[in-house]
């Protein structure tokens, strides 16, 4: 009698463990052929349909947005280092989640610290001062183990912030955009940029041509490159390069590849990848 104690505690425990890359609401990204436009000046994302898209924010009294990032758990977000650099340490960063809209509603929370790999990679970890509360519109998204299936030339993601809506604009958008991203060779993006991409942690997206397509903007920095695999999202990519100053924001961007960073995330959050 002694072990039924024990196990109930078990089941209950494994039940309560939160599930990541899930829709609570039923209100699915329409199909790609109907919504996937330009994301300057794009798709307004509907309530609920990406829970785990979350903005940063700098605040000296007032509230500055600064870029996107997406949620892995209740007490941890992750983006890249680049969309938060400007931070004037971690006491003037805050993050919202809960909302399509940066600038008001949801759980607006505190950052209590910034993890950044040794090896100076553009991604960050911040770690919550408290914990998100989950719900229809607050959800985690899932870290992939693999990626080879999405990461891929031919590939697609989807791809969501508040960037400009033009090379010209002087403002972010109040609403939070989506648009679908075609994936290329990182060749394509080793064209737009000073070096080399390194693609075991470095991939390549977007880009808008004359055949159509999605590409990303002014203050899309740490915005979240993501697929569904089943009824399950993974988070593939963040928005790093900046694609914008003296741009026509129609280039392919470089993304900071999740997938290459799964040991980071497991010793410093205790989160792992899955397949």
Not at 68 to 74: K, M, Q
Not at 99 to 113: A, L, S, W, Y
């Amino acid at each position: 009698m002694r072990f039924v104690p024990l196990l109930f505690v078990a089941i209950a425990t494994a039940a309560a463990v939160q599930k990541c890359g899930l829709v609570q609401t039923g209100k699915e990204v329409a199909n790609a052929v109907q919504r996937a436009k330009f994301l300057v000046g794009g798709t307004q994302a509907d309530y609920g349909t990406w829970p785990w898209t979350q903005s940063e924010h700098y605040w000296f009294g007032t509230c500055t947005y600064q870029g996107a990032g997406a949620i892995i758990d209740n007490n941890w977000v992750v983006t890249t280092y680049s969309a938060i650099s400007l931070a004037v340490g971690t006491t003037s960063l805050r993050v919202r989640a809960g909302t399509i809209t940066h600038d008001k509603n949801g759980q607006f929370v505190k950052v209590r610290e910034i993890k950044r790999p040794g090896d100076g990679s553009d991604i960050a970890l911040l770690h919550l001062d408290a914990p998100l509360i989950f719900g229809d519109f607050t959800q985690p998204i899932c870290l992939p183990s693999y990626d080879a299936d999405v990461v891929q030339a031919g590939g697609r993601g989807w791809f969501t912030s508040w960037g400009h809506s033009s090379p010209t604009s002087i403002t972010t958008e109040t609403y939070l955009q989506e648009g679908e991203l075609n994936i290329s060779d990182n060749s394509v993006c080793d064209e737009f940029i000073v070096g080399k991409t390194k693609p075991e942690t470095q991939l390549c997206a977007g880009g808008f041509y004359v055949t159509g397509g999605t590409a990303t903007c002014k203050y899309d920095m740490g915005g979240p490159l993501m697929q569904k695999r089943g009824d399950t999202w993974y988070l593939f990519g963040l928005s790093s390069t900046v694609n914008y100053e003296f741009s026509t924001c129609k280039q392919n961007t470089v993304f900071t590849r999740v997938e290459g960073f799964c040991d980071w995330f497991s010793t410093t959050t205790g989160i792992a990848c899955l397949n």
